[in-house]
């Protein structure tokens, strides 16, 4: 769930416009009051904070209203706009690097930001891309780097370069370069040891490599969790080599992220990756405008399209997807949209991506945790075509019939048609609001 209590927080305070009889003054300062209380709680700068809601409440309340837009309408407009602006600008920064060239790309950040991992999970990105790969390990400081990234790149399906022997990382990482590119590779990816605004040897070590290798892009990998340390990073590495673009680590639950965004700022650099989860396909271009629409709740039902387009190797995601969105579907549709999920993520991530669905779906309703969903999916095997088209007709009797075929309790059968009703009714609602909520796109075609 990415930074979900700086989205709960600035849902909510979205939702309070919505709901406005009138949007005035009043309602204007109530909800910049509640976009500064959210934005500071996840550890956003304080000044960045301030002037973001100068802003918006000199956007709101000064500027004329468009042709056919009211004053609520302008107000979620403004927050999207300024917020978006604050991240870059509306368009992802698409990576797209040329077949048949070599290009280099150098991961810096603090120790445990996550470069390794995120190494690998843009080794699988560039992968699906088919272009070849190249690891090289210049972290000759961690214990471990070597192993974790050579079992890493055997993973993801890449060449992998290190030496143990050699106490040099400019040596390394130059050395791993030229083998690379003398074997044609198309993208080598080097990977940095972690360092520390206050460790000037090794953020010295950083530019020397840069000057060593000649990178095509400095990506600065940066914790989600650190707060407002991250701004404070991204300088000290900004001023020792340039850094080109970011890619923001651990967004699956933290409430600090608003510090990483901060860092944005700092460097004026694109976030050009997010990590999403710990797999390595869990790894996002990052869009703006998508990131902030999940943020106000708007959803974002073109990241989930496109994440059904990559697995869509059966027909039920699409179908299952269709289901959902239209409010209408049985216990059969479920499963298939479980199958489908699984390979997705969790049930949350599904659901924030849906726009609307974040603002009006309980948390117990979204948390369904995996060990649940494998139950749940074994039970609706145990079911007739019958049952699963037509649920309300499972009786007493049919649940002990299906409780011995499935191996499960009674109970868990309760549990899995209640959640079944439950998500039949919000989804219901869901889709009866959703016809009267603001659409970010009619927005911006304006």
Not at 247 to 269: E, H, M
Request: charged share 25%; aromatic share 4%.
């Amino acid at each position: 769930m990415v930074l979900d209590s700086l989205s709960g927080a600035l849902g909510s305070a979205i939702k309070k416009v919505l709901r406005a009889p009138v949007v005035d003054e009043k309602v204007v300062k109530e909800l910049i009051r509640d976009i500064q209380r959210a934005l500071l709680q996840s550890d956003v700068n304080v000044k960045l904070v301030l002037e973001l809601s100068k802003n918006i409440e000199k956007k709101i309340l000064e500027e004329d209203l468009p042709p056919g837009i009211t004053r609520r309408e302008l107000a979620i407009k403004v927050v999207y706009d300024e917020l978006v602006g604050l991240l870059g600008g509306d368009k992802p920064q698409l990576p797209k690097y040329p077949k048949g060239r070599t290009t280099i790309v150098l991961l810096v950040g603090i120790q445990g930001s996550g470069k390794t991992t995120s190494a690998s999970k843009l080794t699988f990105y560039f992968k699906k891309q088919g272009l070849s790969m190249g690891l090289v390990c210049a972290d000759n400081f961690r214990a471990g780097a070597y192993d974790q990234l050579s079992q890493l790149a055997t993973k993801a399906g890449a060449e992998f370069y290190g030496d143990r022997t050699n106490s040099n990382a400019v040596d390394i990482a130059k050395n791993g370069v030229k083998a690379f590119k003398e074997k044609g590779i198309e993208v080598i990816i080097v990977d940095t040891a972690g360092r520390h605004k206050n460790e000037s040897d090794l953020l010295s070590e950083i530019s020397q490599i840069a000057e060593a290798v000649k990178p095509d892009e400095i990506m600065l990998v940066l914790d989600g969790t650190i707060g407002q340390q991250a701004m404070q990073q991204a300088e000290a590495f900004d001023q020792t080599t340039k850094i080109g673009t970011i890619f923001l680590t651990k967004l699956d639950g933290s409430a600090k992220g608003g510090g990483a965004l901060s860092a944005v700022a700092a460097t004026k650099a694109p976030i050009r990756f997010i990590g999403t989860g710990e797999g390595m396909e869990e790894i996002e271009v990052f869009s703006p405008g998508r990131f902030v629409s999940r943020l106000l709740g708007m959803g974002d039902i073109e990241a989930l399209v496109e994440k059904v387009n990559e697995i869509q190797s059966t027909t039920v995601g699409k179908k299952s997807m269709t289901a959902i969105a239209s409010g209408r579907f049985t216990l059969k549709d479920l499963y298939a949209q479980m199958q489908t999920m699984r390979k997705m993520g969790p049930l949350s991530k599904v659901l924030q991506s849906i726009p609307g669905m974040g603002m009006n779906v309980p948390k117990e309703a979204m948390e369904v945790s995996e060990v649940k969903m494998k139950k749940w999916m074994v039970i609706m095997q145990s079911m007739t075509e019958e049952e699963l088209t037509d649920p309300q007709i499972i009786d007493g009797s049919r649940v002990r019939r299906i409780s011995r075929g499935s191996g499960t309790a009674p109970k868990d059968i309760k549990e899995l048609l209640d959640q079944y009703r439950m998500s039949k009714k919000f989804i219901k609602q869901f889709v009866t609001k959703q016809k009267r909520m603001p659409s970010m796109k009619d927005f911006t075609k304006r």
